[in-house]
């Protein structure tokens, strides 16, 4: 919300005094009685007075953000897998992982924001013998992470009716593992392909990280949490030769159902897993960053595996990654169904964007009161797709699955991303024409008659509206 703007169109009276008052909510009701507002005045003062003087803080300038102990909290998100494209499902964790990231930021807590790729596996072992076999050069210069897809689809297809292709790729994992240079070559390839173009995406979306990192950085510390579990009496050999972890005495086990107890923490031949990447990945955090609290924000269908890391975490004797501790904390989220480009393609992020740019360009081509030959015309049009994809995945329950449509996320009218940015322009454009000029200093801010507001049913609306805020923000807060 635009508050500089709202106030400036606020009837003003000479010689009005602003008292610096706590924060109060003008009223409960949707609606005020304009007959019955006058005991409101000194609350309409309150309000203005506080967008005045909080600005871009107001919301988080109450009392119970004040109380609030300021922590040290790493915010895991996005972490799409290297060597594929960015997929739709990752969008969603961006989307909602930035806005989890601004919250906390405006209540004040040292957040740093980490995006954690899935950079590791026996898929790129696999990758690499389909590259041998299907891979061309040109195109993977041409068109890198399209023609990595293309190969691994037709690699993991060979690979069901040939299994000397998966044993090959599980020697090739081990000598990954071991740190065998050749071995290594093609895997950095394709994590500096990866990175270069997701970084381009997250710059499209105005999307920042603090750091990247990957599941490459701790096979080496994974292995002595391996070691660690065995030391304690906590693993489990399977009849594959695999280790299972025994996490029955956790006390998250609450929460864990019984066929996820005892999870797979290392192959036969040594080699790491997810769930073992993962405990390394969070011990270093705590100890790298002095860490208060560690939050993974991923799709709920990983709620399970994270139980198992913070099971594993408390049982290799950290005590922070207790269940009753609040300093580990997966929030997870529905997913996003039907997400498609018109076509049906794939749903790939750049798919997605461009057919959102298109969508709006041509709608602006439409109407004549849009304006033409902008300079940043491109930019414009990125913005609006962004505003109306990201509006349309916010509004939406987190827990629970969506089903995305374009005609909503695009929509220039109601409820949507396009229309708060239309409503803005339209507010910016008023404010500039207007011959009303005001001092929105907070000192100089005499001048606004909160009594004169109670004349108009519409502007006592807007103030109730505006009031909501900080309760909004406190909630908001409260439930991630």
């Known amino acids: ?16 005094k602003f008292a610096l008052l706590r924060h109060h909510s003008i009223a409960s009701k949707e609606t005020l009685d304009v007959s019955c507002a006058t005991a409101a005045t000194d609350k309409i ?40 494209i960015f997929h739709a499902g990752h969008y969603r964790s961006t989307v909602v992982g930035n806005a989890i990231s601004n919250i906390l930021e405006c209540a004040g807590h040292n957040l740093h924001r980490m995006n954690y790729l899935g950079d590791w596996g026996i898929q790129f072992a696999l990758l690499s013998v389909g590259f041998r076999m299907f891979g061309d050069q040109k195109l993977l210069e041409k068109y890198p992470l399209i023609h990595l897809f293309d190969v691994y689809v037709k690699v993991s297809a060979a690979a069901e009716k040939d299994s000397g292709i998966h044993t090959e790729a599980q020697s090739i994992f081990k000598k990954m593992e071991d740190g065998d240079a050749d071995s290594l070559e093609f895997w950095k390839n394709c994590s500096d392909i990866s990175v270069a173009d997701y970084k381009k995406r997250y710059a499209e979306m105005g999307i920042h990280f603090d750091s990247f990192t990957g599941e490459s950085f701790y096979v080496q510390a994974a292995k002595k949490v391996i070691k660690r579990c065995g030391d304690l009496d906590l693993l489990q050999p399977t009849d594959g030769g695999a280790y299972k972890v025994n996490l029955s005495s956790a006390s998250w086990l609450k929460s864990l159902s019984s066929n996820i107890q005892h999870p797979i923490i290392a192959k036969s031949n040594g080699t790491t897993l997810y769930l073992s990447r993962d405990v390394a990945s969070a ?17 709920s269908s990983q709620r399970n595996h994270f139980l198992q890391v913070f099971s594993t975490l408390e049982l290799l ?24 480009t018109r076509k049906g393609e794939v749903t790939f992020l750049h798919n997605i964007l461009n057919q959102a740019k298109d969508k709006v360009r041509l709608d602006r081509k439409k109407h004549d009161t849009r304006k033409r030959n902008l300079e940043n015309e491109d930019d414009v049009h990125m913005t609006l797709a962004m505003s109306g994809l990201i509006c349309h ?8 699955s969506y089903k995305f449509s374009w005609d909503t996320a695009l929509a220039t009218k109601g409820n949507s991303g396009l229309f708060l940015q239309y409503t803005h ?30 004349q108009r049913a519409s502007l006592l609306n807007l103030l109730l509206h505006v009031s909501k805020y900080p309760d909004t923000c406190q909630s908001t807060y409260r439930a991630l």
Request: aromatic residues 10%; charged residues 30%.
């Open 1 to 16: 919300m635009h508050f500089k703007t709202i106030i400036s169109f606020i009837p003003r009276t000479r010689g009005s």
């Open 45 to 84: 003062q309150t309000v203005l007075d506080d967008v005045l003087q909080h600005r871009d803080k107001y919301g988080y300038h109450s009392e119970y953000f004040s109380a609030v102990k300021k922590r040290r909290i790493l915010l895991e998100y996005s972490s799409p897998n290297i060597a594929k």
């Open 283 to 299: 011990i270093d955090r705590f100890e790298r960053y002095e860490l208060d609290e560690l939050i993974y924000v991923t799709d």
């Open 317 to 340: 004797g950290y005590e922070w990654a207790g269940s009753k501790t609040g300093k580990v904390k997966h929030v997870g989220f529905g997913r996003i169904d039907r997400m498609k």
């Open 393 to 400: 995945d916010l509004k939406s329950s987190l827990k629970k």
């Open 425 to 454: 322009c339209r507010l910016c454009s008023l404010e500039r024409n207007s011959s009303e000029r005001l001092n929105l200093h907070p000192s100089a801010a005499t001048d606004i008659d909160a009594a004169a507001i109670q």
